[in-house]
């Protein structure tokens, strides 16, 4: 049971990211998926969600228009399209959903 994020890295200003999410050991399809980043020092903060069947989305004001969040529930995966990066955005990104957390995936917005 477990939640497995991928594709952080270090990108330039401007570019983008796609974060993965692979779940297992709990049916995903029931299941509000969310993305949350984290700076040091910062609380956690809760970037996208979206619901069991990917009808609703919905984001934090600092990454709308730039951040799509969306899921495919056969293959048992969240994603986290980010583009238009900017330096503030650099956090380690968590994936949460059931009653699980990932490990974390570091995203670095730098020149």
């Known amino acids: 049971v477990q939640l497995v994020e991928s594709g952080g890295g270090l990108v330039q200003p401007g570019g983008s990211l796609r974060l993965s999410c692979a779940a297992s050991g709990f049916t995903f399809s029931n299941y509000v998926m969310r993305w949350y980043r984290q700076v040091p020092g910062k609380e956690r903060g809760l970037v996208a969600h979206?619901?069991?069947?990917?009808?609703?989305?919905n984001y934090a004001d600092s990454v709308k228009g730039r951040f799509t969040i969306s899921r495919d529930n056969a293959k048992n995966t969240v994603y986290l399209q980010m583009n238009s990066l900017k330096p503030e955005d650099t956090a380690i990104y968590y994936c949460?959903?059931?009653?699980?957390w990932g490990q974390g995936t570091q995203v670095t917005v730098s020149s």
């Open positions: 949460q959903g059931y009653t699980l």
């Open positions: 979206i619901t069991s069947d990917g009808g609703r989305t």
